[in-house]
């Protein structure tokens, strides 16, 4: 086995962490994608390939990011949720993640994003609404995030194949 080969296999399960990773926030996201599209670039061996398809890749993850970024931002603007409440539904879903196994850091960001939006609002109708409306902008954010890992990822198996069928 070559140091190519090695590289690569390596920088295909690091992509794969990074896609999880734009699901599951407790792992690595789009930035472990680019770094490992970067990794395979440089140490693949590859050479004008592997730059094409780390640009590829990169408007893709750039893409991903800015999009889940400035979608949930507007979204949660339009709402009119405060910054602070969604600070206090991530502490409490960092909290969550040890306390609940699998599943605790959705059920602490939702938890503590209702939690601080009762507080704001007084009134518990508005709060889960606002809260509820906040959790659909997440989640569409984090699934416009993950399709374009996923177009990413992608770009990089089509690279491996091209660099197998040539090489």
Do not use: Y
């Amino acid at each position: 086995m070559n140091a190519e080969l090695v590289v690569t296999i390596l920088c295909g399960l690091a992509i794969a962490v990074g896609v999880a990773g734009t699901i599951m926030p407790v792992l690595p996201g789009s930035i472990l994608i680019g770094a490992s599209l970067l990794a395979w670039a440089i140490w693949g061996g590859v050479g004008t390939l592997g730059w094409v398809i780390f640009a590829i890749g990169m408007v893709f993850v750039v893409a991903g990011m800015a999009a889940s970024a400035v979608f949930t931002g507007r979204k949660l603007k339009q709402h009119g949720i405060p910054n602070r409440s969604v600070v206090v539904g991530i502490v409490l879903g960092v909290v969550g993640m040890f306390v609940i196994p699998v599943v605790g850091l959705v059920v602490g960001f939702a938890v503590g994003l209702l939690l601080s939006e009762v507080q704001r609002t007084r009134d518990f109708r508005t709060a889960v609404r606002s809260s509820g409306a906040a959790l659909k902008a997440t989640g569409i954010g984090i699934l416009v995030e993950f399709g374009l890992a996923c177009a990413a990822a992608s770009t990089w198996v089509i690279g491996v194949w091209i660099n197998a069928v040539n090489g």
